[in-house]
């Protein structure tokens, strides 16, 4: 049996008065309909803070200030791995538009736990929910 493929994925935790630009999945993609934190697939050659510019702009139309790597993580799925790195952003102009996403959504500490993310963000949701310093960027 061959190993599952292993995907590099660039996410952004942009933050803007006080609260987190997040989007949901479109319908039809793997992990359809959760929410997430906007990013996507890095291109060979590529890093990860260039993948998260191109991808910002080109699913919600934004730019962004690449800053710190706040987490990364290793999260086996049954038909491939994600090698997640999540970076803080800030919010440079562009106000987003959901390009290609199904939903965008800013939204407050508090209100993380009403919206599903798939099971490889656990950890970082459970960080953000309990350090406040967070959410005043």
């Known amino acids: 049996m061959s190993?599952?493929?292993?995907?590099?994925?660039?996410?952004?935790?942009?933050?803007r008065g006080g609260q987190l630009l997040i989007t949901q999945r479109?319908?039809?993609s793997h992990l359809g309909g959760l929410w997430e934190f906007p990013?996507?697939?890095?291109e060979p050659g590529e890093s990860?803070?260039?993948?998260?510019?191109?991808?910002?702009?080109?699913?919600?139309?934004i730019e962004v200030e690449v800053g710190r790597l706040i987490e990364e993580l290793v999260h086996p799925y049954p038909e491939k791995t994600v090698r997640l790195r999540f970076f803080q952003c800030r919010w440079l102009k562009n106000e987003p538009t959901p390009i290609d996403c199904a939903a965008l959504a800013w939204v407050g500490v508090h209100?993380?736990?009403?919206?599903?993310?798939?099971?490889?963000?656990?950890?970082?949701?459970?960080?953000?929910?309990?350090?406040p310093e967070w959410w005043s960027a």
């Open 3 to 15: 190993q599952p493929v292993t995907i590099e994925v660039a996410a952004g935790l942009v933050f």
């Open 26 to 28: 479109a319908a039809g």
């Open 39 to 42: 990013g996507g697939k890095r």
């Open 48 to 61: 990860y803070e260039a993948c998260l510019i191109r991808e910002l702009q080109e699913e919600l139309g």
């Open 111 to 131: 209100q993380l736990s009403e919206y599903r993310f798939p099971a490889a963000d656990a950890r970082l949701l459970q960080r953000l929910q309990s350090e």
